[in-house]
């Protein structure tokens, strides 16, 4: 079976440090994975099947589909979550989640719940308002680590903006920083963008105030200044004739998470 990206960051989390294992959670949170269920949805009320081991009471999760059903011998009832909905699902009822057990994949661990405490605390950010004037951009100089987890991050924003931008920035203060500016995104999507980006900055271990935020329009002379210099990402548009979205399964809104029962 081929490697999945939780595969492959959870096997550099095992030989690395504290930039792996963020960059581990950072996918965790935003994987969709196929929680196992005791019973078939009923309305909000999502009942996960509950396995009593030595460690602890344990519900199970996988990457894919074909891990899940790799696991059980027919059908069974599984959620689609993805893993911040799942630990905020969880949090305070002292479950562990056993993510691809029994599949012999790279990624096959158990998480206790101080571990899921943990992704919910670096999720717990709020992006600041501020106003300057920026006076000059140079190209960007920043850690490796907030690169990957800006990447990510963007590539899971497929269709919220056109693109982004990131440079260096002096401010008409003197003050000086990094400016990411997201282009073309329309003022409902401007938020879950802020937050995107200041999880980033957390999944990267590092403070909030480190880079600032800003929304352009593709003919701003702003923009132009700092694609001169700065570092383009391309973001993914949303599939061409797509079919209309369905309704959201039980516990898919991050605000509000699946009631266990």
Request: net charge negative; charged share 15%.
């Amino acid at each position: 079976m081929t490697d999945s990206p939780l595969d492959t960051a959870h096997a550099a989390m095992a030989l690395g440090g504290e930039a792996e294992a963020l960059r581990f959670y950072q996918l965790l949170a935003d994987t969709p994975l196929s929680l196992l269920l005791a019973r078939e949805a009923e309305g909000e009320a999502i009942e996960p099947q509950v396995f009593e081991l030595s460690d602890g009471p344990v519900v199970l999760a996988f990457d894919s589909e074909e891990r899940l059903a790799g696991f059980q011998s027919g059908p069974v009832p599984y959620a689609v979550l993805p893993g911040r909905v799942i630990a905020q699902g969880l949090a305070g009822q002292g479950l562990w989640l056993g993510l691809n057990l029994g599949t012999g994949a790279a990624s096959e661990t158990l998480l206790p719940p101080e571990a899921l405490s943990h992704l919910l605390e670096l999720l717990d950010v709020a992006p600041q308002e501020t106003a300057a004037q920026p006076r000059r951009f140079d190209a960007p100089r920043v850690p490796q680590a907030l690169e990957q987890a800006l990447t990510l991050a963007l590539t899971g924003a497929s269709g919220l903006a056109g693109g982004a931008v990131l440079a260096a920035v002096t401010y008409d203060s003197g003050a000086s920083g990094h400016m990411l500016a997201l282009v073309g995104a329309t003022p409902a999507a401007e938020p879950a963008l802020a937050r995107a980006v200041a999880e980033a900055l957390a999944f990267a271990g590092l403070e909030a105030a480190v880079l600032d935020v800003t929304f352009l329009s593709p003919d701003d002379p702003a923009l132009q200044a700092m694609a001169a210099v700065g570092r383009s990402y391309a973001i993914a548009a949303p599939a061409p004739d797509a079919p209309a979205p369905m309704p959201a399964a039980p516990g898919t809104d991050p605000s509000r998470p699946p009631r266990l029962r």
